[in-house]
């Protein structure tokens, strides 16, 4: 399990790398809504996403052995990115295994951090594919989500949140695999402990919401959604009994919300968020519960978007 | 002229109001250009720029009878949503003289604020429009930068930059009418008085370098150039003698490297600015000169930007 102590440690070992991102307001936002809403920005974390929170917390926790050996990551894009910041800080060497169709501005940035990328086809297994690297060459495997260090360094994202926003109702979180929100809640528990922690997903992969709702743990197909970040077939066998124990509720959002919540952020706040990192806003600026008069804390968990495919969205609308 | 006591008073009139905008730093950044950078995001500010922080300034010095009639503001964009954000704030009806081509989010967040819009066409005298509609109305005109309050309220911008920085070694500032960098080099001269202050300017109207160099004012032609805050065809009386006493040096970009800076700070630092407003940032990013080794600090003037303007721009490179 993870406990508030796990994630003031990981918040310890965070505060010389890691940047305390900003909490943003806005005055538009909070008109529309009738809440007052602060907004954790960590788009602008190192490497544009929460997920560095995660993987330095866990690479810099391995044995001296284990370093000497290096790491392996698989990873729709920012955990990639994230498991190589954090190697190329930590002097320890990552092998990144991604999708030939991620975003170029990912495989780009992961390279631009020192991390071996390995690329693999549509239909082929990345799990076996991993785990033949990890037997051939002694790396250890950092999972994107389901593992106690993960969930211990993404839950200092809402500790600073509260820190900063003081006393917050409600706190809502993008959720995937369920590292980010497992954490957050966790964290919330102890320093918002009156605070409902809810989970937002996109709606063509609401496993994680099927899941809380049925109380079992449902699997889906690889989602087809623009939130890249959200393409998780189900919650991990950790994040699942800590999003049943720590969450309030779990609500969906299409993506043709998600794209109209991500431009709103861009043109109206001036700030890039990625469609993955939008979805919990995308629930706030949609109206997709009463928020009124209530003060509610909003993850905007990643920027890493590509702006030639942005565009793109754009002109079809 | 304008001292540093009139851009503290005006700190104390806008504190209340306005906000106190982060300043980023980028890795990244600092890698490519060997300096330290700090960016003041006036992008953050409310209606999207710097220019608020002037207008507020100017409209809460006016007497009760000025504030009962009215203002008239002409402007090609952030200084019309500035002025109308202010009266509306202050209870001041405004009058708002805009170009019938100006980028559609600028005219509805003008009218948004409560402005009442009157659109001039292309060839039409602004000024005599302007000049005919404050004497039948009785209205104050609230120039974009030729006045004292104006460039004093600019001026904060800095004096927050430096406060929340420190030390700096040189201060970058897009530079159009000049009371940005008027303002803003008041404020450096008291608070780094070793500061080199440096103007930015689009190379199709160089007219402020021009004017600095030749140590007379340059007039030109409206200049053709994507950065349209900064399409003003000279410095002003008061702005021009600033300038030249405050300003150590003035430098052009042209419109291509204007705008490979200004997506490289949306991807890269996730942050909306629009092309006046990467001005500064953009001679730090094509090294325009040599910062090595220094502590830098560059105003990011606004990220009022039309997002679909923006997608073509992005589609024909």
């Not at 998780?232 to 699942?240: A, I, V």
């Not at 706040?269 to 993955?276: F, G, L, Q």
């Amino acid at each position: 399990m993870v406990t508030y102590d796990d994630i003031a440690a990981a918040h310890e070992r965070l505060k010389p790398v890691a940047r305390r991102t900003p909490v943003l307001t806005s005055a538009t936002v909070d008109a529309i809504t009738g809440a007052r809403v602060f907004f954790k920005c960590e788009n602008f974390q190192r490497m544009g996403a929460f997920k560095f929170r995660g993987a330095y917390n866990a690479l810099s926790q391995l044995t001296d052995e284990e370093k000497k050996l290096g790491v392996l990551a698989f990873s729709s894009g920012n955990h990639a990115q994230a498991v190589a910041l954090a190697g190329k800080i930590l002097n320890i060497s990552t092998v990144i295994v991604m999708p030939a169709d991620a975003p170029k501005v990912k495989l780009d940035a992961t390279r631009g951090y020192g991390g071996e990328v390995v690329l693999y086809q549509k239909g082929e297994n990345r799990e076996e594919l991993a785990a033949r690297l990890c037997a051939q060459r002694n790396l250890t495997l950092i999972p994107p989500f389901d593992h106690p260090h993960i969930i211990a360094g993404q839950g200092t994202a809402a500790k600073e949140l509260i820190e900063d926003a003081g006393p917050i109702d409600a706190l809502l979180v993008p959720c995937g695999g369920g590292g980010l929100i497992s954490g957050c809640a966790v964290a919330a528990r102890r320093l918002a402990p009156d605070c409902r922690v809810i989970g937002v997903e996109p709606a063509a992969g609401d496993d994680a919401t099927r899941s809380f709702k049925e109380k079992k743990l449902v699997k889906i197909e690889t989602p087809d959604t623009i939130a890249d970040g959200a393409r998780t077939t189900s919650l991990g066998k950790l994040t699942f009994p800590l999003v049943l124990s720590y969450v309030a509720d779990m609500l969906t959002v299409t993506d043709e919300e998600l794209l109209r919540s991500m431009f709103f952020l861009w043109e109206r706040m001036k700030i890039v968020v990625e469609p993955t990192g939008a979805l919990a806003a995308c629930a706030v600026l949609e109206k997709k519960l009463n928020l009124e008069k209530l003060r509610v804390g909003v993850v905007l968990s990643g920027g890493n978007v590509d702006l030639r495919w942005a565009a793109a969205q754009l002109n079809k609308n």
